[in-house]
Nanobody, 115 residues
């Protein structure tokens, strides 16, 4: 099984930036994908961005041009650089690891965008 742990959330003003990290440990597969999801109060969890082990990326329309997903395979770590943050980006952000053997979620990290 694979475990994932998020870090980097916090409080930021509108227009500001944050970088989230997600470190995976355990039985890491060479073929996998990782993704960031978020869930705002009263809303369903939604996909923010994803990246495969080959480097292919995908973004939700709401974050295109503002967020950048990346990974460091040597460190088994995924990142989400969030720029030009808006109040509507406020949510708990979750990391997900997916492979043939695993489908693991982190505990989440809170991101609050407020003046």
């Amino acid at each position: 099984q694979v475990q994932v742990v998020e870090s980097g959330g916090g409080l930021v003003q509108p227009g500001g930036s944050l970088r989230l990290s997600c470190e995976a440990s355990g039985r890491i597969s060479s073929i996998n994908s990782m993704a960031w999801y978020r869930q705002a109060p009263g809303k369903e969890r939604e996909l923010v961005a994803s990246i495969t082990s080959s480097g292919s990326t995908n973004y939700a329309d709401s974050v295109k041009g503002r967020f950048t997903i990346s990974s460091d395979n040597a460190k088994n770590t995924m990142y989400l650089q969030m720029n030009s943050l808006k109040p509507e980006d406020t949510a708990v952000y979750y990391c997900r690891y997916i492979s043939v053997r695993s489908n693991s979620w982190g505990q989440g990290t809170q991101v609050t965008v407020s003046a």
